[in-house]
Every structure is written in C-alpha cells, then in structure tokens.
C-alpha cells in the first residue's frame, strides 16, 4: 500500500503539472527558444499560404499560417510595405519565415502605391478584421492577440493603426517615416529599427519617434551597422532575430524569448539599442 500511495503520488503530480503548465501561458507555441533558433530561417512549424483578393479595405495580399491544428488559435500580424512597393516585391520574404514561428501572418497591398501612413494604418486594420472574421483561415487566429508591423512609410501605418487600435499587442516599425506627426499617444508595445547608413529615414528620425512614444509604452530603439532604407526588403536574419522575441513576448506574452531582448543578448550587427526593460506586456492576461 506504501509503494502504491508513492507511485499514485508520483502519476497524480506529473498529470497535474500539464495544466498548471498551460495554465502559466497558454499562449505559448513552439518549443524552448535558442539563439540558433530565432536565428533561423525557419521554426518548427510547418506553413501555407493563401491569395487575398483586392477588396475589403485593402488592396489584396496574401495569407501565411501553420498548418498545425493541435495547438490551438495561434497570434497574427498584419504588415504593409513601403510607399510605392509591393508586398510581393518587398516582404514577401518574411511570410512563410514568421508563420514557421507559430504566426498567422497576412501581408498586403495598398489600395494606392502612394498611400500616406494614415491610410496604411487604417488598411493594416482592415487586414485584420478581415483576416479575424472573412478569411477561410479565421478559425486558426486569436482575434484577441494580433500586432502590425510596416516599412518606411508603411512602418509609420504601424505606428497610426497602433494608435487608432490600442488593443493591439505589439508594433514594429522598419525604417519607419511617419509624416502625420509624433507617436505621442501610442499605448501599443512598439519597436522600432533603423539603418545606420539609412539617408532616405535617418537613425535621428526614428529615434525622434521612439522618444515621442510615451514613457508608460513598452518601446525598443535598434540601429543595424551599415544598414541603409532598403534592408527590409530582402532576406534579414538580424531583423528577425529581434523582431521574433518582440512579436512573442507581447503577441504571446511569452517571457522565454524576454531573454533575447532584456538585456540585448546579441549585439553582432547592432550600433544602438535603447529599450524599456524589464518587458511587461499590457493585460497579459486577456
């Protein structure tokens, strides 16, 4: 009887600790984090894509998610490229990369090549509600956890949909040029990298932006050595190096990839960085 009450103690406590541990985050998706991990092209999970049509509220795009239905709804972000560009021409190279990393990723096309910022951030949000509610992949989203990011004048439509929808989680700006004015109201989580050698959005400007968000807002400033506008738009494992933790710490409120970002653990190819540690993530209960 002894032995038995052991070994019942053992299962019963093992059983129980699955709970507790999703209970902790349930949230979290993939595997214990690395730093060869978030230095991959690829996660763990496998992906697939879908057209989007023009319409809508925003100019068409495409859709990239897990295929993975044991895990539950997954996050999702909305990104928009620059002004003038395509998302096929500029970022569709991030797609499949993210959603590897447990994301379902939509990236658009602008109604207009020549949108300003305010517009981008208005079709970012548009991107969202359609991807939360009118897309065949709905299903697979937690409408409760979604994030924006951007390029250049798409970088500044992150930062206008984060204060136009302060439910977001988190934003991330490339290079971000946001002629609508300072981003004195964002309550968003919001990162923002600029190229050392960028002449078109200088490092000065996007750490302009930075400091105008407010003190109370989680914020991370990051300049890429001998980056110039253009880095973005190609394959950038130090992009996302950095943009992955971000995304998972507030879109997931996972404080495994805090590590990564609090403090810096890797400064290869990075000439500044400022941020708001230790990271809390707002109502990361919700």
């Known amino acids: 009887m002894t032995v038995f009450a052991a070994v019942l103690g053992v299962v019963t406590s093992g059983v129980a600790a699955v709970p507790a541990l999703a209970a902790d985050n349930p949230y979290q998706r ?9 230095a991959a092209s ?5 992906t697939a894509e879908l057209s989007v049509p023009r319409g809508n509220g925003f100019g068409g795009g495409k859709i990239y998610y897990p295929t993975d239905t044991t895990q539950g709804t997954f996050g999702a972000i909305a990104i928009v490229p620059g002004y003038t ?3 096929a021409a ?6 499949h990369w993210l959603a590897s990393f447990g994301f379902v990723v939509i990236g658009i096309d602008t109604n207009s090549r020549n949108d300003n910022d305010t517009a981008r951030g208005t079709q970012l949000l548009a991107a969202l509600d359609y991807l939360t509610q009118r897309s065949s992949v709905r299903g697979r989203v937690d409408a409760k956890r979604l994030a924006v990011m951007g390029h250049s004048m798409g970088g500044g439509g992150a930062l206008v949909a984060a204060r136009q929808r ?4 988190a934003a991330v700006g490339l290079a971000p040029f946001k002629p609508s004015g300072p981003p004195s109201a964002d309550r968003v989580p919001t990162m923002v990298i600029a190229g050392q050698r960028d002449g078109t959005v200088t490092p000065s ?4 932006l930075y400091r105008a968000i407010p ?8 300049e890429f050595a001998g980056a110039g506008h253009a880095f973005p738009t190609r394959p950038n494992p130090l992009q996302m190096r950095l943009v992955i933790p971000w995304l998972k710490s507030f879109t997931d409120h996972d404080t495994r990839y805090h590590q990564f970002l609090c403090p810096l653990k890797d400064r290869t190819g990075v000439t500044a960085y400022r941020s708001t540690c230790p990271l809390v993530a707002p109502g990361a209960r919700d």
Request: hydrophobic share 35%; no cysteine; net charge neutral.
């Open 90 to 95: 500029e970022g569709a190279w991030m797609g």
């Open 215 to 222: 003190a109370g807002t989680e914020k991370a400033y990051l």
């Open 42 to 46: 690829r996660g763990t999970f496998a």
């Open 85 to 87: 560009a395509t998302w």
């Open 30 to 38: 993939g595997p214990n984090p690395t730093s060869a991990s978030v």
């Open 166 to 169: 302060p439910s977001l989680k």
């Open 205 to 208: 400007y996007v750490d302009g």
